[in-house]
């Protein structure tokens, strides 16, 4: 049995394991031991797939920077009223939150450590400045208010989706990954938006 499992594993599956040991664990608190266990197989299959732990690191937080960073890409995120556009990616945040659920959480918890961890979080930086951007360049249009600081509405906001990892549970029933984008984005725009 455990032939059969070395011989059907592959880089995903192991990226997989890798990210829940490192969500249970800690990055830091996580061995090649412990990946070795938690995956079936022995440290040299892992090496075979990587170079190591920080590898599966960077390719963990790599895919859930790329879900974030493609939104940015998207037709409606790129044209029209910029509150239009900012909708649409906060929209789109909650999906791809939910949608990458396991690699977003990790992609949260890096705190700069290693060389990996500083990238991610520049990264992230970057992303979150393009949306702050376009937070300002709706309140300079006039479509949501300008009587709060922008940085600080982006802060808010960033903050009540990335909350979601804490609580967010497949298995809710009637909590598929659209009706929390739709919940979000509701409660979002109605505080945003000004009042005529």
Request: glycine share 8%; no cysteine; hydrophobic share 40%.
């Given at each position: 049995?455990?032939?059969?499992?070395?011989?059907?594993?592959?880089?995903?599956?192991?990226?997989?394991?890798?990210?829940?040991?490192?969500?249970?664990?800690?990055?830091?608190?996580?061995?090649?031991?412990?990946?070795?266990?938690?995956?079936?197989?022995?440290?040299?299959?892992?090496?075979?797939?990587?170079?190591?732990?920080e590898?599966?690191?960077?390719?963990?937080?790599?895919?859930?920077?790329?879900?974030?960073?493609?939104?940015?890409?998207?037709?409606?995120?790129?044209?029209?009223?910029?509150?239009?556009?900012?909708?649409?990616?906060?929209?789109?945040?909650?999906e791809v939150?939910?949608?990458?659920?396991?690699?977003?959480?990790?992609?949260?918890?890096?705190?700069?450590?290693?060389?990996?961890?500083?990238?991610?979080?520049?990264?992230?930086r970057?992303?979150?400045?393009?949306?702050?951007?376009?937070?300002?360049?709706?309140?300079?249009?006039?479509?949501?208010?300008s009587?709060?600081?922008?940085?600080?509405?982006?802060?808010?906001?960033?903050?009540?989706?990335?909350?979601?990892?804490e609580?967010?549970?497949?298995?809710?029933?009637?909590?598929?990954?659209?009706?929390?984008?739709?919940?979000?984005a509701?409660?979002?725009?109605?505080?945003?938006?000004?009042?005529?």
């Amino acid at each position: 049995m455990t032939t059969a499992k070395r011989d059907t594993y592959t880089p995903e599956t192991l990226l997989s394991v890798a990210v829940q040991v490192f969500n249970e664990r800690g990055y830091d608190g996580t061995s090649m031991e412990h990946l070795s266990r938690a995956a079936g197989i022995s440290k040299s299959s892992i090496y075979h797939h990587v170079t190591g732990k920080e590898e599966l690191l960077r390719r963990a937080v790599s895919r859930a920077l790329d879900g974030l960073f493609g939104i940015l890409d998207e037709e409606p995120a790129r044209t029209g009223r910029a509150s239009d556009r900012l909708e649409h990616v906060v929209h789109r945040m909650v999906e791809v939150l939910i949608a990458e659920l396991p690699y977003v959480t990790l992609l949260l918890r890096v705190r700069g450590n290693t060389d990996t961890e500083r990238w991610a979080l520049d990264r992230r930086r970057d992303f979150d400045h393009r949306v702050a951007a376009l937070m300002q360049a709706a309140a300079a249009d006039g479509d949501i208010r300008s009587d709060v600081d922008g940085r600080l509405a982006t802060r808010l906001v960033f903050g009540m989706i990335n909350s979601i990892v804490e609580w967010y549970r497949p298995e809710i029933r009637g909590m598929g990954e659209r009706e929390v984008a739709d919940a979000v984005a509701k409660v979002v725009f109605e505080g945003l938006r000004r009042g005529d």
